[in-house]
């Protein structure tokens, strides 16, 4: 810690007076980093076990930052000090979100989302929690979901016999029946791992997004994985809609792309997800 620390100070030109852990998920050692200027928020992790990793998120977090409709945290540096990584963002204080602040955090996903490029995917890969996630661009967003986002997954899963031969028929089936379950739209840019832990709101009440995962996708995709595990409010998904309305028959499609944050979770965490899986894809065959 102290190489780094030390590379840190260097490149800030700033004495590190203090530094506190802080929660910053299950991946990355997060603190609290206090200099003789200011107030930085400091993200490690090992450079071998996840190479690039913070070099693919400073790209996702400036990707967003250039669309000048949502904020994220300015990116102080990145790099390498002896087998560490380091990501160094601006502070932000906190506070608990209200009803304005969500109508706020809808109204102005809502505006990313409209961000469109001419293909699903992005010309790099990037990571998903701790996976690697690949980006391969295609022309439509069906294709891009089963070739870049559920095959890979499902692979993974059946090679750690987390899913059996009959698990594998139900989602060659899903994959068969895909184009004819929902609408497809012109790529959207998407956050694409938005959980209730990945927004704050600042104590001034500025929303900001944080940790993405970002690609051109579908932004039925954002929308479902917020309501995964909660932290998203009535008044969210009401000013969402109002700025840009979801097509018919969004909700019933909500478990439809979850089955990737479900995949996820499987591939991570073990066979404690799969009855879950199952359940979704059974909705959808």
């Known amino acids: 810690m102290e190489a780094l620390l030390s590379a840190i100070e260097q490149q800030l030109n700033q004495h590190i007076t203090t530094y506190q852990p802080v929660s910053g998920g299950d991946i990355n050692n997060a603190f609290c980093l206090n200099t003789s200027k200011n107030i930085y928020f400091l993200k490690t992790n090992s450079k071998h076990k996840f190479p ?11 990707l967003i930052r250039s669309t000048q409709t949502i904020a994220v945290p300015h990116v102080i540096m990145q790099g390498d000090a002896g087998d560490k990584s380091y990501l160094v963002l601006e502070w932000i204080d906190t506070k608990k979100a209200d009803a304005v602040n969500t109508r706020e955090l809808g109204e102005q996903l809502a505006a990313m989302h409209r961000v469109s490029a001419e293909s699903f995917g992005l010309p790099y890969d990037n990571y998903i929690g701790s996976l690697n996630q690949s ?15 559920l095959t890979p997954l499902i692979s993974m899963a059946k090679e750690r016999d987390l899913l059996n031969t009959e698990d594998i028929k139900l989602v060659e089936r899903l994959y068969n029946k895909l184009p004819e379950l929902f609408d497809e739209e012109k790529p959207s840019l998407i956050h694409g791992d938005l959980w209730g832990g990945n927004y704050l709101i600042s104590g001034r009440g500025k929303p900001y997004l944080i940790d993405p995962a970002a690609s051109y996708g579908h932004r039925e995709f954002d929308i479902a994985m917020t309501t995964l595990f909660g932290g998203f409010n009535k008044e969210f ?16 499609r909500l478990k439809l792309w979850n089955i990737y944050p479900l995949l996820i979770h499987l591939n991570l965490f073990g066979a404690m997800y799969r009855q879950q899986l199952l359940n979704n894809l059974s909705l959808y065959v």
């Open 237 to 252: 998904y009401g000013a969402y809609n109002n700025s840009f309305p979801l097509n018919k028959g969004w909700q019933q």
């Open 52 to 62: 690039g990793m913070f070099d693919v998120e400073t790209r996702g977090l400036e």
């Open 135 to 149: 980006n391969k661009q295609h022309t439509t967003w069906a294709e891009f979901f089963v070739k870049e986002r």
